[in-house]
């Protein structure tokens, strides 16, 4: 044990070194002590962390665990602040680094920019790879069959066509129909050549969801190895950079959706870094969730029919019982959409439709009546029609083994079942959730239906979340790593690391330590908070919306050079658009307009031609940018950053918290809009040479007790109160 100690001294003394030779080796070196104070927590945390298998039976101690939670003001320089020392100490230990992100923005300027500089100074030499989900890169398969370039004549290969896609081609006009087959004949070109590597984000203009979603890669249908195209397969290729990577870039979402499948280093054996940290908690929730349509149900007919031929052809015994649940999906479907309109039908139907699919959430989560035996009848069906398709896909893989001349006919037919597999296995979850019952004092899961008009048809959804993204991530995440880093510019709330420690599911846990590292930037002198108030009370929308949207139009018209407004709701940009007088049209630029790179590229070539430029968006654009200097030297916050009020899983985490005697509001709402209203504020300034103004129109921030909180979270900048114009 005392080995083991003096190993962990010289592994934290021999990682500062790293990161110390790194820091003077830099061009335009200059000392950072918060910097420095960063990474010593870092060695500190991974060189005490117990990697690997322990044997306790064996009389070895129990893996010690240690978990650091840094907030890094912007300008502390976090990036070399973790990596340095980190990978250091991953080549003595002999494992691995992986750092999760929550953009894929930040994961390229990673693995584009920071590493590579980073492997040009460190004396020991180090690869580096990106992870991306699969669904990110193409089907090369799929994409010959779209483009008409290879297979798509060929028996049964059209039947690969999902279901929407079938029906979208059929609805399509004919000229967009050929200019979709142009596109995607031109994408196919593009990768058979080599001058482009099969990634949607490294496309000039990554398409919209609708047109890359067909020719997606996706696990369900892949037959790996076995696959035809496999030795010119783009995901198969990333992968494979993998394998020798001493650190691996990855994201949130990857991180969580692949647990314990082996897609990324195993976590008791690795040092994980999470970076944009203060995202890790929604994304959670957002992976956990489940939902299912109860009206398009057509696809079950057709994976009954393909599981019933495939499983013939391979005289697999399971698929006997598929008839029956399939019939009985299809019922129990019906009968669900149709007590879910007779329950909840008049609340859906006297939803504008304007604003997106009517919701009616089910109150403390308990269902009716009605919903629990058909609910259980799906979920024991799904379950009996998931074991025949596992069934035929054993046989499959078994069948690829036995016979490779064959792997092409066989791949086809494994895909065929894999396009609609995972359907069933959310309807499967979503039931399971639906059905789900809190014991008394426990935490209910958040459920609501939904009901949307698509073309002709109604179409009626159940939707399914656990509530405490904490839990969910103590359960699934923390259980399986030792050594990890949180980080973020934004991890505090009002002042304190509490609230993001039980969002993380950390709070309590002997494990975690926190650390906050305060920015370099004089904040007093670089940046004024200006709180211009109005006489509307920003709870009136209407009222407000037209005097904030007054007092910001003569603000802009004093803009010099960039600058950036954000807003809470579309309505909202859309009436400041609408009310621009002529001559201010041309100087913004608006969010979704134009793609986010070629929006920002004329915002920074306006500015350098010395023209004022406005960009206005809303909140992904409130994180995540960096326009240094003249690129932004105004941010103007329209109105403080609520969370939306309809959001069905934040309505049913505040009902409970109500119900159990605590106040949502000051716990939840509060907490969440300081973290936000930090992130947005943050966009002002970005060096320590810059100066700029934040306007904040939303007399809340200094009228209320709760805005003094969110004061408290913001950098301390020079406040100048402004009464309204």
């Not at 690795?270 to 009206?295: G, K, R």
């Not at 609910?375 to 690829?400: C, H, N, Q, Y």
């Not at 007093?524 to 009370?537: C, H, K, M, N, S």
């Not at 940018?625 to 030297?633: H, Q, V």
């Amino acid at each position: 044990m005392r080995h083991y100690c003096m190993s962990q001294q010289v592994w934290a003394a021999q990682a500062l070194e790293s990161f110390d030779a790194v820091v003077q080796a830099t061009e335009g070196f200059r000392s950072r002590a918060g910097q420095r104070l960063m990474a010593e927590q870092v060695a500190r945390t991974f060189s005490t962390a117990t990697l690997g298998k322990v044997d306790e039976e064996s009389g070895e101690d129990a893996p010690t665990r240690s978990i650091a939670v840094i907030q890094a003001g912007t300008g502390v320089g976090k990036s070399l602040a973790y990596c340095a020392p980190a990978i250091a100490l991953a080549l003595s230990r002999g494992t691995r680094v992986l750092i999760s992100t929550a953009t894929v923005a930040l994961q390229e300027q990673l693995v584009n920019k920071d590493l590579p500089a980073l492997a040009a100074l460190m004396p020991q030499p180090f690869k580096f790879a990106l992870a991306k989900g699969r669904g990110r890169y193409v089907c090369k398969l799929k994409l010959d069959r779209l483009a008409g370039t290879g297979e798509a004549e060929e028996e049964g290969e059209d039947d690969l066509f999902a279901e929407e896609e079938a029906a979208a081609r059929a609805k399509r006009p004919r000229h967009e129909t050929e200019a979709r087959i142009q596109f995607y004949s031109t994408m196919a070109q593009t990768l058979s050549k080599g001058a482009w590597d099969g990634d949607r984000d490294s496309l000039d203009t990554p398409p919209e969801p609708e047109v890359w979603s067909p020719v997606a890669a996706e696990g369900a249908s892949c037959t790996g190895k076995h696959c035809p195209a496999f030795s010119q397969c783009t995901y198969y290729d990333k992968r494979k950079e993998l394998v020798g990577a001493q650190v691996i870039v990855a994201n949130h979402d990857l991180l969580l959706s692949s647990l314990g499948a082996r897609v990324l280093p195993e976590l008791d054996n690795c040092l994980l870094v999470l970076d944009e940290a203060h995202h890790l908690p929604s994304t959670a929730l957002d992976q956990f969730a489940c939902s299912m349509d109860l009206s398009r149900i057509t696809w079950i007919e057709r994976l009954s029919s393909r599981g019933l031929r495939i499983g013939a052809l391979l005289e697999v015994e399971e698929i006997a019982d598929i008839p029956k649940h399939s019939a009985q999906l299809r019922q129990t479907l019906q009968d669900l959409a149709r007590i879910v309109m007779d329950v909840y039908g008049a609340q859906l139907k006297s939803q504008p439709s304007a604003w997106g699919p009517a919701r009616v959430r089910v109150p403390r989560g308990e269902l009716p009546e009605q919903l629990i035996a058909p609910l259980g009848l799906l979920a024991a069906s799904a379950e009996g029609f998931l074991d025949a398709l596992r069934a035929i896909s054993k046989a499959l893989r078994a069948e690829m083994r036995d016979k490779p001349d064959e792997a092409k006919r066989l791949s086809t037919l494994y895909a065929q079942i894999g396009m609609l597999a995972p359907r069933l296995e959310e309807l499967h979850a979503t039931a399971q959730l639906l059905l789900q019952d809190a014991p008394e004092g426990a935490v209910p899961a958040a459920k609501w239906f939904t009901l949307e008009v698509d073309g002709d048809f109604i179409v009626v959804k159940a939707h399914a979340s656990p509530i405490l993204p904490g839990t969910t991530l103590r359960n699934h995440l923390w259980s399986a790593v030792r050594g990890a880093v949180l980080t973020s510019a934004t991890l505090t709330s009002c002042g304190h690391f509490d609230f993001f420690l039980r969002e993380a599911g950390l709070h309590g846990d002997e494990a975690a330590t926190t650390l906050e590292v305060p920015s370099p930037f004089n904040y007093a002198a670089q940046g004024t908070l200006i709180a211009a108030e109005t006489r509307a009370d920003p709870k009136n929308a209407a009222q407000f919306t037209a005097e904030m949207v007054d007092a910001l139009l003569h603000d802009i018209a004093r803009v010099e050079y960039g600058a950036l407004v954000l807003f809470t709701s579309r309505e909202q940009m859309r009436q400041a658009v609408d009310a621009l007088p002529t001559a201010m049209r041309s100087v913004v630029l608006v969010q979704n307009a134009l793609p986010r790179t070629q929006l920002l590229k004329r915002h920074r070539e306006r500015v350098e031609n010395g023209e004022p430029s406005v960009i206005f968006g809303m909140q992904s654009f409130g994180e995540g940018l960096d326009l240094p200097g003249r690129l932004c030297e105004s941010v103007f916050i329209t109105k403080l950053p609520f969370a939306p009020p309809d959001d069905p899983v934040g309505e049913a985490r505040a009902e409970w918290l109500r119900a159990v005697g605590r106040d949502p509001f000051s716990e939840l709402v509060v907490p969440a809009t300081a973290i936000r209203l930090a992130q947005w504020v943050g966009r002002a300034i970005r060096t320590e040479d810059d100066q700029a103004h934040v306007y904040c129109y939303d007399k809340r921030l200094t009228r209320t007790s709760y805005g003094q909180r969110l004061l408290k979270g913001l950098p301390p900048f020079a406040l100048e109160q402004r009464a309204p114009l």
